[in-house]
T-cell receptor, first 108, second 116 residues
């Protein structure tokens, strides 16, 4: 019973924005939305998280819909080094549990 | 801080042998997690500790797996006896519980275990 649904794979041209969607229709009011990514052969890396408001940091922006049933991770100017598996996680506690994520390929 | 440190990075062992994986969390972090990653099953949470105490080990696949955290700066994951199906990448992660900021987990580089 996955809490999130993500496309299996996506691709994006280098320099363009990558928009990665995530559905979490059963999210509860106090659960956060987290995004991690995993570059090949490395451990997962935290990107960003949010509760209700949109968030932005040096890596990405997180847009959460008003009803909180879906969100989008935006990499504003994707580079080849952004090729990775991106995981959307909904959690209440401090225990990240991972689904299959979206494999993003950034091509020249 | 150097981040979460795992050792060894690679381990090749024969079936039936004991394997011990090690993890040093980030200083000051009070949560420690062990994960296993395979192509078939993805990234699975095996066990996690809070303040050195095991909280949930429901993800540990069998009695052959055991984990300890004798102090705040060290944890081990042991497999005895090892089997070929235990071949995977094992990740350790740590985090700091913060009720205000709800912070993230930091992962080590993983240990790639091959059981032949």
């Amino acid at each position: 019973d996955a809490k999130t649904t993500q496309p299996t794979s996506m691709d994006c041209a280098e320099g363009r924005a990558a928009n990665l969607p995530c559905n979490h229709s059963t999210i509860s009011g106090n659960e956060y939305v987290y995004w991690y990514r995993q570059i090949h052969s490395q451990g997962p890396q935290y990107i960003i998280h949010g509760l209700k408001n949109n968030e932005t940091n040096e890596m990405a922006s997180l847009i959460i819909t008003e009803d909180r049933k879906s969100s989008t991770l935006i990499l504003p100017h994707a580079t080849l080094r952004d090729t990775a598996v991106y995981y959307c996680i909904v959690e209440l506690s401090y225990i990240p549990t991972f689904g299959r994520g979206t494999s993003l390929i950034v091509h020249p | 801080d150097a981040g979460v440190i795992q050792s060894p990075r690679h381990e090749v062992t024969e079936m039936g042998q004991e394997v011990t994986l090690r993890c040093k969390p980030i200083s000051g972090h009070d949560y420690l997690f062990w994960y296993r990653q395979t192509m078939m099953r993805g990234l699975e949470l095996l066990i996690y500790f809070n303040n050195n105490v095991p909280i949930d080990d429901s993800g540990m696949p069998e009695d052959r797996f055991s984990a300890k955290m004798p102090n705040a700066s060290f944890s081990t994951l042991k497999i005895q006896p090892s089997e070929p199906r235990d071949s995977a990448v094992y990740f350790c992660a740590s985090s700091l519980a913060d009720l205000v900021l709800n912070t993230e987990a930091f992962f080590g580089q993983g240990t790639r275990l091959t059981v032949v």
